[in-house]
């Protein structure tokens, strides 16, 4: 099961880096290390992605300012064991898709 999972993670691991760098071409701030809190980096990747996908569908807007406009807002705190909780909530839920793909893995063939 582990060697399924690992196989589609890693084709899907293609596609995100992809998308990531469609991501960093357009929004400099994805390029500098991060120095925010781990929940306000997981909004700021969301929120590249819906300007991202507004700019693909419409354009530049007057109501979505320009980059160099941008002001950062004041910083917040995470609580470090939030990171800890994150990761073995992370590590149940892979081990448990992995299980599923394993699993289903005769009726997924082609």
């Known amino acids: 099961s582990r060697e399924l ?6 084709s899907l691991r293609v596609t995100i880096e992809r998308a ?17 809190p781990y929940k306000t980096q997981v909004k700021l990747v969301l929120a590249c992605c819906i300007l991202h996908n507004w ?3 419409f354009g530049n807007d007057q109501h979505v300012p320009l980059e160099a406009e941008w002001r950062a807002n004041d910083r917040d705190e995470d609580d470090p064991g939030d990171i800890e909780e994150d990761n073995r909530g992370m590590a149940q839920i892979r ?7 394993w699993n289903n893995r005769e009726s997924s063939r082609i």
């Open 95 to 101: 081990d448990d898709i992995a299980t599923d793909m």
């Open 5 to 10: 999972f690992n196989l589609r993670h890693s």
């Open 20 to 36: 990531f760098g469609a991501l960093k071409n357009s929004f400099k701030i994805l390029y500098s290390k991060p120095f925010h």
């Open 55 to 57: 700019i693909l569908q």
